[in-house]
């Protein structure tokens, strides 16, 4: 199952946005909770030679999720005047590296100091 799908099962019903919908998948708009989904595959012959890519990628989505001011789609529009919580949800493979959970930490700290918080998931 991927993961969006996945984290669809486990937020709450109704929060899933249209698809293709600008930096979010997820919005619980009783909560104001703004959840993103993404997946890193830090087996990739260049994450495990450079661990530092990990964060670099996580650093961009993070950057994403904390600038998101406004998008409309399908009749379903979000601003940032309505959330109150901005999530990053990532899953990564159960083979990640050391070096590499060195660079998840770091980024789940960047993530704090802007606002939004980074879960991260091991999958197989």
């Known amino acids: 199952m991927p993961w969006e799908d996945y984290l ?4 709450p019903a109704g929060s ?3 698809p293709n919908f600008k930096t979010f998948d997820f919005f619980d708009i009783a909560t104001g909770v703004a959840t993103s989904a993404k997946t890193l595959d830090t087996t990739t012959a260049a994450k495990m030679a450079n661990p530092s890519q990990v964060y670099s990628s996580l650093k961009g989505n993070i950057d994403t999720a904390a600038g998101f001011t406004e998008y409309g789609l399908k ?13 990053l949800q ?3 493979p159960k083979a990640t590296t050391s070096a590499q959970w060195d660079q998840i ?8 100091s ?3 918080t980074v879960k991260i998931t091991k999958v197989d």
Request: glycine share 8%.
């Open 8 to 11: 669809g099962t486990q937020l």
């Open 16 to 18: 899933r946005l249209p």
């Open 75 to 87: 009749d379903v529009t979000v601003s940032s005047s309505q959330i109150t919580s901005r999530e």
């Open 90 to 92: 990532v899953a990564v």
């Open 105 to 112: 930490n770091r980024a789940i700290e960047y993530g704090q």
């Open 114 to 116: 802007k606002g939004v």
